[in-house]
């Protein structure tokens, strides 16, 4: 149920490999939507973009954009990109022995961890009142990321809102391109979710 530090847009085919993997780090091999496991990548002079072709289906796959993902990605979201002009070039001979040929990829991301990125978060509740979250763990089920944050206690009254709140939920949404936290859809999400955070947390504490 770990949440592991996958992007985003490579959810769809990344397959992580091995027990190592962890929300600080994750290697896996790069999968197409039709299953095939060879491509041709294709990389610009700069090594700011790259991406794969499936060698079976023709899918095109963006592995990696310096303007849109990583760190400068990250900060800088539509407000800054590299100059990516140059086009992207067929990285398709075996550099051994110069032969044209289709390759796996092989990926290992590593992270800082979630809470790095999502120490301290703000939710508005129904009266038009700002709630301060502190992050406090991630899973992962059926290909959706949750995050769960407990209220921020600095007084009497955050004592109060805490204990009123308890644990709260979210879920990570796309929308316009851009990563967001949402409430659940329904009740019956949020029990799920809710028992496996519990058991994930109770589980921590134990350890």
């Known amino acids: 149920m770990t949440a592991y530090?996958?992007?985003t847009h490579l959810k769809p085919f990344l397959t992580p490999l091995g027990e190592k993997n962890s929300e600080l780090s994750v290697t896996g091999v790069i999968r197409c939507k039709c299953g095939h496991l060879l491509f041709?990548?294709?990389a610009n002079e700069a090594?700011?973009?790259a991406a794969a072709k499936c060698r079976s289906c023709g899918s095109k796959i963006l592995l990696f954009h310096a303007g849109r993902h990583g760190w400068d990605g990250f900060v800088a979201k539509a407000g800054y990109l590299y100059d990516l002009s140059g086009r992207l070039?067929?990285?398709?001979?075996?550099?051994?022995?110069?032969?044209?040929?289709?390759f796996g990829l092989r990926v290992s991301i590593t992270s800082a961890g979630r809470q790095d990125f999502i120490d301290e978060s703000e939710l508005t509740d129904e009266d038009g009142n700002d709630i301060e979250l502190e992050y406090v763990d991630a899973l992962e089920l059926d290909g959706q990321t949750y995050m769960a944050f407990f209220p921020v206690v600095e007084d009497d009254a955050d004592e109060?809102?805490?204990?009123e709140y308890g644990l709260v939920i979210l879920k990570s949404v796309m929308e316009n391109g851009e990563e967001l936290l949402s409430t659940l859809d329904?009740?019956?999400?949020?029990?799920?979710?809710y028992d496996l955070f519990m058991e994930q947390i109770l589980a921590d504490?134990?350890?």
């Open 5 to 7: 530090p996958i992007p």
């Open 40 to 42: 041709t990548p294709y």
């Open 89 to 102: 070039t067929a990285m398709d001979t075996c550099p051994h022995c110069r032969q044209k040929t289709a």
């Open 205 to 207: 504490e134990d350890e």
């Open 47 to 49: 090594g700011t973009v």
């Open 160 to 163: 109060e809102a805490a204990e």
């Open 186 to 193: 329904s009740d019956e999400e949020l029990d799920k979710v």
